[in-house]
Every structure is written in C-alpha cells, then in structure tokens.
C-alpha cells in the first residue's frame, strides 16, 4: 500500500502536471479533429469537382449537396479552432473566424456562422463586434433565437459601462473645471462642458478614447429602445454620443474603418424592431448626416486622385441605406427635410465626381465583389444586395478604388430606382436630382397608409407560406422520384422510406376506419330490430288479454 500511495497520481504536488498532461491530450485530440475535417474537404472537393472560392456558379443537386456539407464542415473545423484556443488559453481566434467566414458565404441565409462569429467578439471583449455579429443572426429569415438573449446581455452590461463613463468624467470635471478666480464648477456633466463651455482646444481625451465613448453611448441607447429599460435615460446618452461623435469626426475624418457598417447595420435593425421609431429614426438621421458632406466630396475630387479611399465609409454607409429603402422605403419619408435636402445635393456631387472618372477610364471585363455583398447578403432588410453581382472594374485604378467606385455607382443607380416612390425627390434623364418640397399628409391618409402597409405585409407572409408550402411538396416529390439513384446520399432513400411506412400507416388506419364504422352500423341496426321486437311483442300481449276479457264476458 505505501508503493501504492507514493504513486498515487492525485496528490497535491502532482497536480499541476496531470493537469498539462491532460491540456495536451485535450489539444491531440482536437488536431486530429482538424486534419479529419480538413481531409474530408479535400475528398469532397475533389470527388464531385466543386470549389467554395467560387460556389456561384451553376451546380447540379449533388454538388448542392456537397457545398452544403463543406458549409457544414467548415462551421465545425472554426469550432474545433476554437476549443483549441481556450484550451491553450490565448487570444488566438483568427483560424475560427475565417472558418466561420467561409461557412458564411457558403450558406448566408444561416445565422449559425453569425452566432458563432459574435461569440469570438465576446471572447475577445469586443463587444461591438459581438453586437454587430448577434444583430446579423436575428436579422435573417430563419433568426437563432439564443442571439438575442445573448445580444440584450451585451447590451445591458455596455448601459452599466455607459452608466460608469458618465460618472468617471463627471468626477474629472470636477476637479479640473474650477472658474478662475471662484470655487465653482462648470457643470456635473462632462459632455457640456467639452462642448459648450471650455471649447474643443480643452478637450484631453485620447482620439481612441473618444471613439469608444460615442461608440458605448449609441449601443446603451439602441439597449435601452429593444429592451424598454430605463428610457428615461436615452436622451441624455443620445445628446452624448451625438457630440461624442462629432467632435471625433472633426479630428478624425471618415477612414476605412468597420465600425461605421456595425454602427449603421444595429441601428436598422433597432428601427425595425422597438416600439420607440420616434426616437430610433432621429438616431440614424444624426449617424448619417454628417456623411452626407458636399465639400468633402469636391475637395476630394479636385486636389487627391485616391479621393474614393477618403469616403469608403461614407460610401459603404449610404450604399446600405439605400439598399435597405428598398425594402422599408417609408423610413426615409420620416427624415427632416434638411436631411432630405442634403442628401439631394450630395447625390449631384458624387454624380459629376464619378463622370469625371468615367470620362478618362476604360473597363476592363474583370469583376468586384464588394465586401458587404459577401457577409450581408442573407440579411432580410438587405436582400437586393444579392442581385448585385458583377461591379465594374477599372483598368488604372487600384482594386480598393474599384471597389470604392463601384459602391458610388450602386448608390446613384439605386436612388434612381427610389426617385419614383420618393415623395422629396426627382430625377430627370440627365441624372440630375431635384428636391422637391413634399406635401404634408393629413392624419386620416397617413392611418389609410399604414392600414395598405399592414394589409400588403400579410399578403406577402400568406405568400411566402404558400411558396414555402409548394416547395416543400415539389422537394418530397423529388426525393421520392430520386429516392431509387444509387449515387444519391443515403438521407433521400431514408426519406423515400419514411414517406412509404407514413403511406402504409395511413391505409391500415383508414381500414380500420371503415371497420369501427361498419360494425357501429350493425349494433345500430341490431338495436333497431330489438326494439321492433319488443314493440310486437308487448302488442301481441295486449291482445291476447283483450281476447280473455271477451270470453269471460260471454261465460
């Protein structure tokens, strides 16, 4: 027993070194895993000749299937990269996300790669990443219904981190905003001062520093109007993010940065889906305002040559509000005119700058596909954007100009599509855009209105289920038909069988129908003559003691 004891694995002393042993059998195990996967994609790939870099092209069902597995396999290998970065206990995410990225492509209407995709950004403390990735599960058809739990999560802990900012400049204003010559101070309220009182040259907060405050104090408020928590608060955090962020943009003008598309992508989804559009659609009013900026367009155009690469956020913002009016084009009508107006003007702009490149360049046959057309095509709110397939490229200029190019072409043409559902604006055939002053409507045609748009929305579902149904029937038509292929996978011969036994099942129960009923028929009959039965025999009985009485009358 004492050899035994001095063996023992699970003493306190060997602790340490059962727990490495079993960390690197844990990280065996899962690169195993990984090469399994990876092998099967190369199989697959190779047996039935499909490539997912290029999965648009036309495929017959069985190459269907097989992206459908890749898909499948990829979302499983960016899980297994995972696991592996915990294991290890490092930062390292960036194998998990690029393969959740492919899964994405390969199936965009599926939100599991979005969930999967947030959960990195909450592992990795990005919570605007993790908000973002979250908004794009719940924003497709089929939404993953653990996102939006984890999503109000988030949210709620950046309120509490806005809740905290706000007192922590409140606390710097007070011990460094004293009048000169007097004990008081400025205000409580950080943001008032910076903005009001001391001016923009006082203001020593770090540029990174002003970039996470406005960023907290929209997503606290987007919190507050989804999950109508503590409203009262959303207009002071509003007030904040909107100085916050201008100021920001005085210092640092719109560059090539994602949070801009995250920003706006959350917002239209707040819209869509809070009871509070009065205070929603302000929010994005003021986000896209300040994009909406005629000088920056000219000078730009006139002094730099690489002027796209300086709007690619302006662009990318504009091109996925655009996009998105075609689905909902009644929240641009809500907008004030000035913003309406602005818009007009900075349409022109864009449209003589793109002329202008037009005129000294030649195309070429090759094609662009924009980033957001690749990750935001199965968004519902932005469905046209899978229409738009091959961009234009440009022989003497660099892919990121193409594709800047490309967003401003696909903004003109787009609004050239709203012009005749757009009440403030008109195109005429030289693309000139013309704000035209709208006519306000009366309360009576704006309940007609909603009453139409309610009544059009439930035409649309009764329609969508009615497709939904068809292709349901023409998929276990095809299956059935199918089901006999010897090359087909063993799910369609399952099915087959399924459909056949659920056949089968049916006829023995409408055989046994017919029997129940058959046999209540005769128990009913029988009943019927017994009590015929009785009805002659208790009159047989009455006459024959009437026949008694008679003869006792005559003795």
Same mark, same amino acid.
């Given at each position: ?439 306000? =409507? &009366?309360?009576?045609?704006? *309940? +007609? /209105?909603? $009453? %139409?748009?309610? !009544? #059009? ?6 329609? @969508?289920?009615? =497709? &939904?149904?068809?292709?349901? *029937? +023409? /998929?276990? $038509? %095809?299956?059935? !038909? #199918? ?6 996978? @063993? ?12 056949? %089968?099942?049916?006829? #023995? ?6 029997? @129940? ?39």
């Amino acid at each position: 027993s004492s050899g035994i004891n001095a063996e023992w694995p699970l003493r306190p002393g060997n602790s340490d070194s059962i727990k490495a042993t079993l960390s690197q059998q844990l990280e065996d195990h899962i690169a195993e895993g990984i090469s399994f996967y990876n092998m099967l994609v190369r199989q697959l790939q190779k047996r039935y000749k499909v490539n997912y870099k290029h999965h648009t092209q036309g495929h017959n069902r069985s190459q269907v299937l097989a992206l459908l597995l890749l898909h499948k396999l990829f979302l499983w290998i960016g899980d297994l990269y995972r696991y592996l970065s915990q294991t290890r206990d490092t930062e390292e995410w960036g194998q998990a996300r690029n393969f959740y990225l492919l899964a994405q492509t390969l199936a965009p209407r599926n939100p599991r790669p979005y969930h999967q995709l947030a959960l990195l950004g909450k592992y990795a403390h990005r919570r605007l990443h993790a908000v973002y990735y979250f908004t794009l599960s719940l924003m497709v058809r089929n939404p993953f219904t653990q996102s939006k739990e984890m999503l109000y999560s988030v949210l709620a802990e950046l309120r509490r981190k806005a809740v905290l900012l706000a007192k922590r400049d409140a606390e710097r204003s007070k011990r460094n905003l004293i009048l000169p010559g007097s004990k008081e101070v400025y205000s409580n309220k950080v943001v008032e001062w910076i903005f009001e009182n001391a001016g923009d040259q006082s203001l020593n907060i770090p540029q990174s520093d002003l970039r996470k405050r406005f960023v907290v104090y929209l997503l606290s408020c987007l919190g507050g109007l989804l999950s109508n928590i503590d409203l009262d608060r959303v207009g002071e955090e509003f007030r904040y993010f909107n100085k916050f962020y201008l100021h920001y943009l005085k210092l640092v003008e719109y560059h090539q940065d994602e949070v801009y598309q995250q920003l706006f992508v959350v917002l239209l989804y707040t819209i869509h889906n809070t009871l509070h559009t009065d205070q929603s659609i302000p929010m994005l009013e003021a986000f896209l305002t300040p994009a909406l900026d005629v000088k920056r367009i000219t000078n730009y155009c006139d002094e730099e040559a690489d002027w796209l690469c300086k709007l690619h956020s302006p662009l990318s913002m504009i091109m996925l509000f655009a996009q998105s009016q075609i689905a909902s084009s009644g929240v641009i009508e809500q907008f004030t005119p000035h913003f309406q107006r602005s818009l007009v003007s900075w349409l022109n702009a864009l449209q003589a700058c793109i002329y202008k490149y037009r005129k000294y360049t030649d195309f070429t046959e090759e094609s662009v596909v924009l980033k957001e057309i690749t990750l935001l095509r199965g968004v519902e709110l932005l469905s046209s954007l899978q229409n738009i397939t091959k961009p234009f490229y440009l022989s003497n200029l660099t892919r990121e100009q193409s594709e800047d190019l490309g967003r401003a072409v696909l903004v003109i043409s787009t609004f050239e599509n709203l012009c005749p559902t757009l009440s403030f604006m008109e195109c005429a055939d030289d693309r000139v855009f013309t704000y035209t002053h709208p006519v306000p =409507l &009366s309360e009576e045609t704006k *309940e +007609e /209105e909603k $009453k %139409e748009k309610e !009544e #059009e929305r439930e035409e649309e579902r009764f329609k @969508d289920e009615d =497709l &939904s149904s068809k292709r349901r *029937e +023409e /998929e276990r $038509k %095809e299956r059935v !038909e #199918e089901g006999s292929d010897s090359d087909g996978p @063993d799910i369609e011969i399952l099915s087959v069988m399924r459909i056949t036994d659920n056949a %089968e099942e049916e006829k #023995e129960n409408i055989v046994e129908e017919k029997e @129940d009923s058959e046999m209540s028929e005769l128990k009913e009959k029988k009943e019927q003559l017994l009590q015929t039965l009785q009805k002659k025999q208790t009159k047989s009985d009455e006459v024959k003691a009437a026949v008694k009485m008679i003869q006792g009358m005559r003795i």
